[in-house]
C-alpha cells in the first residue's frame, strides 16, 4: 500500500511520523520498464528528497540515461534537513546535477555547511560554476515561510538572482501546513509545463501554498480555472 502519516499540529509548527510504504518497494527496473512504455520523452523528472535514500540507482540512472545529455530537465527538493544532514553525499551529488533546486533556506543552510561553504551565496556560487548544459540555465529557488521567495539562475558564465513577494496569511486562517512546500512545488511545475517564467511559476506556487495552509491535509478547493 501507499504511504500513511500521523501528523501533530499546533499553531503552525507540525510533527510527522511517516510510513512510506509502497515507495520503499520501488525498483530501478520498475522505473525503466515504465519508461521504456513512453511514446515521447518526458520534459521533466521530479525527484524529491524523501526518494534519495536507498533509492540514488534509480537517481543517477534518470540523470545519466535520460537527463545529462539532453533536454529533459532533472528536477529536486531537499524536503528537510535532516535529509541533507544524514545523506550528504547523495543530496549534494543531486544539488550539482540537477537542472532545477528547490528548498527552504533551513535546508540550503545545512547543506553550506556539510560542504564546507560559510554562506549561501558561498554554495551557490559553487553549484553554478560547474553547471554547464548548452543553452540551459540552471535554477535554485529558496523559500523561507512568509518571507520573500529568492531564486537564481545562471550558469559557469555567471548568476543572476530576484526575490518574489510572500503575501501575508493571518495567523488565525493558517490550520494545516502540512504539504506546503511541496505545494508550492507543484504549482510551479505546472506553470513550468504550461511555459511560464520562473516569476510566474513561483507566483503560482505561493498562490497554491496559501490555499493549503488554510485546509487540512495537502487539499485545495475546487478550482474554476
Keep these: 500500500r501507499t504511504g500513511t502519516v500521523v501528523c501533530l499540529c499546533q499553531g503552525s ?6 510510513n512510506i510504504g509502497a515507495a520503499l518497494k520501488c525498483e530501478k527496473s520498475f522505473v525503466e520498464e515504465v519508461l521504456n512504455e513512453f ?17 540514488m540507482d534509480i537517481c543517477r540512472m534518470l ?12 528536477i529536486t527538493n531537499l524536503n528537510a534537513p535532516y535529509i541533507v544532514k544524514t545523506y550528504q553525499k547523495d543530496v549534494t551529488w543531486m544539488v550539482m546535477n540537477a537542472d532545477i533546486v528547490f528548498g527552504n533556506r533551513d535546508e ?3 547543506l553550506a555547511t556539510i560542504n564546507g561553504f560559510e ?11 560547474t553547471y554547464a ?3 540551459r540555465q540552471k535554477i535554485v529557488v529558496v523559500t523561507d515561510g512568509a518571507n520573500d521567495v529568492i531564486f537564481y539562475k ?24 502540512t504539504g506546503a512546500g511541496d505545494s508550492f512545488v507543484a504549482g510551479f511545475i505546472f506553470e513550468l509545463i504550461r511555459g511560464k517564467d520562473i ?5 503560482f506556487g505561493v498562490t497554491i501554498s496559501s490555499e493549503v495552509i488554510r485546509t487540512i491535509g495537502c487539499n485545495l478547493k475546487k478550482r474554476s480555472n
Design 199 to 203: 516569476r510566474e511559476c513561483i507566483e
Design 39 to 55: 511514446t515521447t520523452s518526458p520534459k521533466f523528472y521530479y525527484i524529491e528528497g524523501f526518494f534519495i535514500p536507498e533509492k
Design 154 to 177: 545562471g550558469d559557469a558564465n555567471g548568476i543572476e538572482s530576484d526575490s518574489v513577494n510572500v503575501p501575508i496569511v493571518d495567523k488565525k486562517e493558517i490550520i494545516d501546513t
Design 108 to 110: 540550503f543552510e545545512e
Design 133 to 135: 548544459k548548452g543553452t
Design 119 to 129: 554562506s549561501m551565496d558561498e554554495l551557490f556560487t559553487h553549484l553554478f560554476s
Design 13 to 18: 509548527d507540525r510533527s510527522l511520523v511517516a
Design 63 to 74: 540523470y545519466d540515461k535520460y537527463s545529462q545529455d539532453s533536454d529533459t530537465l532533472l
